[in-house]
């Protein structure tokens, strides 16, 4: 028998080459008995002694199902620590009323999202795709009277939600000359002042904005959040960025509004396909920029949040508090 506590992998077969580096591997072996090259695909797959007898799961991508079978087949389980975002479509309500500590690495994955969002905003602001396309098309092309209004200092930046990417991208952007402008309902004024933004009801938001960048969660009550009525409230010339959920913006009205010519976008998500079928409208236009949801975590990127899920798992076995504690309540807001 070890006498380190056991824990076990489950996410797609995969993950966790691209997940956890070999210092992270070695540290967390120290103190737990894992098997890195067996991660679980489904929990019928487990011996049913080891998982009885797991403490630790250490979930990701693809991860199966968390209920109330799998609690009373894993009775001794203490935590899910998630290396990834949102625990909603895998860790069930049971877990926090059996006292099981839920993580996630959304604070680690929010980081190269807001890195994305912000290198659009900026080259946005800068119209540099509109430039980009001119150019093609003529290369005696008079920049200075072409884009004589074009830049950063002043312009009115939108962020529609608050969340963990949405302040991170305030903090990213502090060093900008811009103005920037938040809607979100569950923001103050007196928090607002201290985020340093302008708070404003969603509509209002639309209609002053010069880019708009959407990070807000994708619930019932924020599907097509942006439908034909509010997208035309957009400033003519303004750019959409879409970092977010491809649901929160209503596919068909954006398409018009777009191959209208009237507004520009920048969608890392979109809906209802994901990736986009090869004849979408949308990949022909040249005033979208599209890419195939490469603003989270990609590459390297991926082992901050592996990183983040073994030092929780060392920081349980320390009694020590965890990082990214996800509570119910939170459950219910997540994307």
Same mark, same amino acid.
């Given at each position: 028998?070890?006498?380190r506590?056991?824990?076990? *992998?489950?996410? !797609?077969?995969?993950? /966790? #080459?691209?997940? =956890? &580096? @070999? +210092?992270?591997r070695? %540290?967390?072996?120290?103190? *737990?008995d894992? !098997?890195?090259?067996? /991660? #679980?695909?489904? =929990? &019928? @797959? +487990?011996?049913?002694? %080891?998982?009885?007898?797991?403490?630790?799961?250490i979930?990701?991508?693809?991860?199966?199902?968390? &209920?109330?079978?799998?609690l009373? %087949?894993?009775?001794?389980?203490?935590?899910?620590?998630h290396?990834?975002?949102?625990?909603?479509?895998?860790?069930?309500?049971?877990?926090?009323?059996r006292?099981?500590?839920?993580?996630?690495?959304?604070?680690?994955?929010?980081?190269?999202?807001?890195?994305?969002?912000?290198?659009?905003?900026?080259?946005?602001?800068?119209?540099?795709?509109?430039?980009?396309?001119?150019?093609?098309r003529?290369?005696?092309?008079?920049?200075?009277?072409?884009?004589?209004?074009v830049?950063?200092?002043?312009?009115?930046?939108?962020?529609?939600?608050?969340?963990?990417i949405?302040?991170?991208?305030?903090?990213?952007?502090?060093?900008?000359?811009?103005?920037?402008?938040?809607?979100?309902p569950?923001?103050?004024?007196?928090?607002?002042?201290?985020?340093?933004?302008?708070?404003?009801?969603?509509?209002?938001?639309?209609?002053?904005?010069?880019?708009?960048?959407?990070?807000?969660?994708?619930?019932?009550?924020?599907?097509?959040?942006?439908?034909?009525?509010?997208l035309?409230?957009?400033?003519?010339?303004?750019?959409?960025?879409?970092t977010a959920?491809?649901?929160?913006?209503?596919?068909?009205?954006?398409?018009?509004?777009?191959?209208?010519?009237?507004?520009?976008?920048?969608?890392?998500?979109?809906?209802?396909?994901?990736?986009?079928?090869?004849?979408?409208?949308l990949?022909?236009?040249?005033?979208?920029?599209?890419?195939?949801?490469?603003?989270?975590?990609?590459g390297?990127?991926?082992?901050?949040?592996?990183?983040?899920?073994?030092?929780?798992a060392?920081?349980?076995?320390?009694?020590?508090?965890?990082?990214?504690?996800?509570?119910?309540?939170?459950?219910?807001?997540?994307?």
């Open positions: 028998m070890t006498s506590p056991v824990a076990l *992998l489950a996410m !797609d077969s995969d993950l /966790p #080459a691209r997940l =956890f &580096d @070999d +210092v992270a070695h %540290r967390v072996l120290q103190v *737990l894992v !098997d890195f090259s067996r /991660p #679980a695909a489904t =929990f &019928d @797959d +487990v011996d049913p002694d %080891r998982l009885a007898s797991t403490e630790v799961l979930t990701g991508w693809g991860s199966p199902r968390i &209920d109330g079978d799998v009373d %087949r894993a009775p001794a389980l203490r935590a899910v620590l290396a990834a975002g949102s625990v909603r479509g895998h860790v069930d309500p049971v877990c926090w009323e006292g099981i500590l839920v993580t996630t690495a959304a604070d680690a994955n929010a980081q190269p999202v807001a890195e994305y969002a912000v290198a659009m905003i900026i080259l946005s602001a800068k119209e540099v795709f509109r430039a980009q396309a001119l150019y093609r003529s290369q005696t092309l008079d920049h200075r009277s072409e884009f004589a209004s830049g950063c200092n002043g312009r009115r930046v939108g962020l529609v939600g608050a969340s963990r949405g302040r991170r991208v305030l903090e990213l952007l502090a060093g900008f000359d811009l103005e920037i402008w938040l809607s979100d569950y923001v103050d004024a007196h928090e607002a002042s201290r985020l340093g933004v302008r708070l404003a009801s969603l509509d209002d938001l639309l209609q002053a904005c010069d880019v708009v960048s959407l990070h807000a969660p994708l619930l019932p009550s924020t599907r097509h959040l942006l439908d034909a009525g509010r035309a409230l957009m400033r003519d010339g303004a750019t959409l960025v879409n959920r491809g649901g929160l913006v209503d596919h068909d009205a954006l398409v018009a509004e777009l191959q209208a010519g009237r507004i520009r976008a920048v969608l890392d998500a979109t809906d209802p396909h994901e990736p986009l079928a090869a004849d979408s409208p990949l022909g236009l040249e005033n979208v920029v599209v890419t195939p949801h490469v603003a989270g975590a990609l390297n990127e991926l082992y901050r949040l592996g990183t983040h899920a073994l030092d929780n060392v920081r349980l076995t320390e009694s020590r508090p965890l990082q990214g504690m996800v509570s119910l309540d939170e459950l219910a807001r997540m994307a």
